[in-house]
């Protein structure tokens, strides 16, 4: 069974411009997480989808969307970069269930710099 | 508001010796507990959960983990560690009402020969 793909690995922006990162969750899952894990910060929550809808969010600035497509693939915009954004963002996807009992599986992540 | 303390950055350990992560959690309803473990350039792996019943938890690679609501912990131990076990170690905290993860700053687990 494949696990979470995450694309691109690494991505590099300049200040102001805007990313695009991508997730694909495990098959058969319907909901997809996304982290940030800056350093010095830790892992911070960013954004929840759950059947395509946001389900929750996190203490972001609103620069930060994303969207859940039918087919539960995720991507994760984030606008008018700044440099504190550098970071690596994490996926991670649940199956359907029990919401806060499902054991979350993450993905390799995309580092994103912006210079 | 929910909040996780890891009370260590670093532990250093030499290999065969027992180790214990330390976490603590603040939150004013019931929580769900988790330890995820993320190596060199990886994604996070699940090492244990704890929902309900027994305080104590087995996960994978020898891990332990014991639930204590009356100190609001949940310590991750292994009897004897190796070179492998070297990583950095998440403690995370669920509300049942929501299905986020409130992480920790984890704690780096540095096994020396």
């Known amino acids: 069974e494949a696990g979470v793909t995450q694309s691109p690995t690494h991505l590099i922006k300049t200040r102001g411009q805007q990313a695009t990162l991508r997730c694909s969750p495990i098959?058969?899952?319907?909901?997809v997480y996304w982290y940030q894990q800056a350093l010095g910060l830790g892992l911070q929550f960013l954004l929840w989808?759950?059947?395509?809808?946001?389900?929750n969010r996190g203490n972001f600035p609103p620069r930060f969307s994303g969207r859940q497509f039918p087919n539960y693939s995720s991507e994760l915009n984030v606008n008018a970069l700044e440099l504190e954004d550098s970071a690596l963002y994490l996926c991670?996807?649940?199956?359907?269930?029990?919401?806060?009992?499902?054991?979350?599986?993450f993905g390799p992540g995309t580092r994103l710099l912006v210079l | 508001a929910q909040s996780v303390t890891q009370l260590d950055s670093q532990v250093p350990v030499f290999e065969e010796a027992p180790v214990e992560l330390r976490c603590n959690y603040s939150?004013?309803?019931?929580?769900?507990l988790f330890w995820y473990v993320q190596y060199p350039n990886q994604g996070l792996q699940l090492l244990l959960k704890?929902?309900?019943?027994?305080?104590l938890v087995k996960g994978i690679n020898g891990f332990e983990a014991e639930f204590n609501k009356s100190q609001t912990s949940f310590h991750l131990r292994k009897p004897s560690v190796h070179i492998s076990d070297t990583a950095e170690y998440f403690c995370?905290?669920?509300?049942?009402?929501?299905?986020?993860?409130?992480f920790g700053k984890g704690t780096m687990l540095l096994v020396s020969p």
């Open positions: 991670a996807s649940s199956s359907p269930g029990q919401g806060p009992q499902e054991t979350q599986y």
């Open positions: 098959s058969g899952h319907t909901s």
């Open positions: 989808y759950d059947e395509g809808e946001e389900r």
């Open positions: 939150s004013s309803v019931s929580v769900y």
């Open positions: 704890y929902l309900s019943g027994s305080t």
């Open positions: 995370a905290v669920s509300d049942p009402g929501y299905s986020t993860l409130t």
